[in-house]
């Protein structure tokens, strides 16, 4: 079983930068993809982008292309989110979680963080 734990988040004036962290442990977690999703009050959960921790591979939602970047620290067993360039509309409860598929709906998700509040303040 994989286990994930989210940290970093806070509050942050638009235009700033945030980085965000997923301490991911447990079995073969280096066979599962770790994704990044957020969900705003009121809102569905959304998919920021996806890690294939094996490969480094990335892919990531069109709203977030060019400001935000996933990657990993094999050494950490961690993964990264770092957010530039974010706006108030970045405001969410931010989750990390794991499949062994790298997709972007979150229905495929069985694994994750407990979530970590980022707020930009405008």
């Known amino acids: 079983q994989v286990q994930l734990v989210e940290s970093g988040g806070g509050l942050v004036q638009a235009g700033g930068s945030l980085r965000l962290s997923c301490a991911v442990s447990?079995?073969?977690?280096?066979?599962?993809?770790i994704s990044w999703f957020r969900q705003a009050p009121g809102e569905e959960r959304e998919f920021v982008g996806s890690?294939?921790?094996?490969?480094?591979?990335?892919s990531y939602a069109d709203s977030v292309k060019g400001r935000f970047t996933i990657s990993r620290d094999n050494s950490k067993n961690t993964v990264y989110l770092q957010m530039n360039s974010v706006n108030p509309e970045d405001t969410a409860v931010y989750y990390c979680?794991?499949?062994?598929?790298?997709?972007?709906?979150?229905?495929?998700?069985?694994?994750w963080g407990q979530g970590t509040q980022v707020t930009v303040s405008s």
């Open positions: 979680a794991a499949s062994r598929l790298m997709t972007a709906i979150s229905a495929n998700y069985n694994l």
């Open positions: 447990g079995r073969a977690f280096s066979m599962y993809a």
């Open positions: 890690i294939r921790y094996s490969t480094g591979v990335t």
